[in-house]
């Protein structure tokens, strides 16, 4: 599919750099795991790829970077562990709440291999959008990182309705990025990246490996294509759309890559780079 890669348009390559350096010398990080990173095919919770998440985050511990988790999973674990039809969103709200404690304990677990605490916080989209409860929300963020604590960030399902709902970790991760002065979002999936069709299905499909004035011709290409031919990625790039015309990185990767978290770090070309709409200008 090589021929289609001037449709997308590309990133100059010193800008590129630039944003990639930008994400390494992050000091705070907010990091999103999707449910596929962290379930396996029947929908189980998956200890060894959620051992393997700990692991990446302690890689940034250890270098001294705060890290906020927004995690995907919790309905996932749940329909693994009940045996109960799911197609409402009654039963999504139940399943959550099955699996809310499954995730937290696997997370408690797991960080527990490195002495690191972890705190749970699960938020609707009212505490993202009223001034009053989100600073409360900030302030406990913070006080959290006082402490060395990495806070676990997911949507509270379980009180969540099609009115009030955040409706996807992706944006979450987003706006709780902007909503704490991170320096970096990585978003953990399933591929490595945003590409030109799905590689899953495509075995032609390129890398886009930076998002910056391309994003429209990236935006036309992800969606063009059939409902479900890109997954999930339209608000993977939306989310990282919204942080780089912030002042902020974001980083689309695979969650299974070695050290990805501590490779995206050492500004080693993993993944799709969203170029800050600053680096843009000042490049």
Do not use: C, H
């Amino acid at each position: 599919m090589s021929e289609e890669a001037p449709a997308v348009g590309s990133v100059p390559e010193a800008v590129e750099t630039a944003a990639r350096e930008q994400a390494a010398a992050a000091g705070r990080v907010v990091v999103k795991a999707g449910t596929n990173s962290l379930t396996d095919s029947e929908s189980r919770l998956d200890r060894v790829k959620l051992d393997k998440l700990v692991t990446d985050v302690m890689d940034l511990r250890e270098r001294g970077t705060e890290v906020l988790l927004v995690s995907s999973g919790a309905v996932g674990a749940g329909r693994g562990r009940v045996d109960e039809p799911t197609d409402s969103v009654v039963a999504s709200q139940a399943l959550s709440t099955v699996g809310q404690s499954d995730l937290m304990a696997g997370y408690t677990a797991s960080f527990d291999r490195y002495d690191q605490k972890v705190a749970q916080m699960l938020l609707t989209e009212d505490d993202l959008e009223d001034p009053e409860r989100f600073r409360n929300v900030r302030s406990t963020v913070e006080t959290l990182f006082d402490w060395g604590v990495v806070p676990v960030v997911n949507e509270n399902d379980a009180v969540a309705t099609e009115e009030i709902q955040i409706g996807d970790n992706d944006m979450l991760s987003a706006a709780v990025a902007m909503g704490v002065d991170a320096d970096l979002l990585v978003i953990l999936t399933d591929v490595g990246g945003v590409y030109t069709s799905n590689p899953k299905r495509d075995p032609d499909a390129e890398l886009i490996t930076a998002v910056g004035d391309n994003y429209e011709s990236v935006q036309r290409v992800i969606g063009g294509g059939a409902g479900a031919e890109f997954g999930g990625i339209r608000t993977k790039v939306e989310g990282g759309r919204d942080v780089s015309r912030s002042g902020m990185p974001a980083v689309i990767a695979d969650s299974q890559e070695r050290q990805v978290l501590d490779r995206i770090v050492a500004s080693k070309p993993v993944g799709t780079v969203f170029v800050p709409e600053e680096g843009e200008t000042d490049a």
